[in-house]
């Protein structure tokens, strides 16, 4: 990543530091492929320091909300800012701001893990000094361990990876964390270590934004939930005033796509 002037970074530390916009906006964000329209007018606006998830059926437009939030797909029409900053004109800048997970670990298997992370910190401008200390807590956490650290991550398990991918997206200290089916290949154990991180990460004032199939981790760890459904948000659920349709999410779910629960 190239570095971020320090008048840039003056107008990032301002934007961000106003309390007062919205973590992750998207306004009536359309996205074909070809001739098959996948978004048709997103809207969603996640707020700073809560647990914000996506929920739907394959090929309703999580993934592609993702993409294009992170830079990774262009959009046909809309907008959409991270911490205020249109992601169209401030790419570089925006992409400084959160950490992302993919839903399959993508990294450069000839390095060794701790080259990796090291390479990751260093496009982040990250110090030595608290890469060091980063990774410590990190690693302390989801325990990949100094021997996998100094191993090639193309030897890594899918599990492996995965961690190794969590670790990555956090190794800077980002204000935002995009998960994109985070739990995929993780054991029992490091999955509760992961729930335990989203749930303190955002106690902390930062900002999550996830995707999962997994009802019951959304329903555990999120304060609001938009289920999508034909490219737009069919419904919005905000557990702090409906309480009672988080244990019973599976159920708005069938509803929203006509089935009944199994």
Not at 165 to 186: F, M, Q, R, Y
Request: glycine share 10%.
């Amino acid at each position: 990543m190239a570095k971020i002037s320090k008048k840039t970074q003056v107008a990032i530390d301002r934007v961000t530091g106003d309390l007062s916009r919205d973590a992750v906006t998207m306004k009536n964000v359309h996205k074909s492929y070809g001739g098959h329209e996948v978004l048709k007018g997103i809207d969603i606006s996640v707020r700073r320091g809560e647990i914000f998830g996506l929920l739907g059926k394959n090929g309703v437009g999580k993934s592609t909300s993702i993409d294009c939030i992170i830079g990774a797909k262009d959009f046909d029409e809309g907008e959409i800012d991270i911490f205020g900053l249109p992601i169209d004109e401030y790419p570089l800048e925006a992409k400084s701001l959160y950490g992302y997970v993919p839903s399959e670990p993508l990294m450069y298997e000839e390095m060794t893990g701790y080259e990796y992370l090291q390479f990751v910190a260093s496009a982040y401008g990250v110090s030595q000094e608290s890469f060091e200390k980063n990774l410590a807590f990190l690693d302390g956490k989801f325990e990949l361990g100094e021997e996998a650290l100094s191993r090639a991550t193309g030897s890594y398990s899918h599990g492996m990876k995965q961690k190794e991918g969590l670790i990555a997206s956090l190794i800077h200290n980002p204000k935002l964390w995009i998960l994109d089916e985070p739990t995929v290949g993780l054991d029992v154990m490091a999955y509760e270590t992961l729930v335990s991180m989203m749930k303190s990460y955002s106690k902390n004032g930062n900002t999550i934004l996830l995707t999962s199939h997994n009802i019951d981790l959304i329903s555990d760890v999120c304060d609001r939930v938009a289920i999508l459904n034909d490219g737009k948000v069919a419904t919005l659920i905000d557990f702090a005033r409906e309480p009672l349709k988080r244990k019973d999410l599976k159920l708005v779910f069938f509803r929203v796509y006509g089935e009944k629960a199994r």
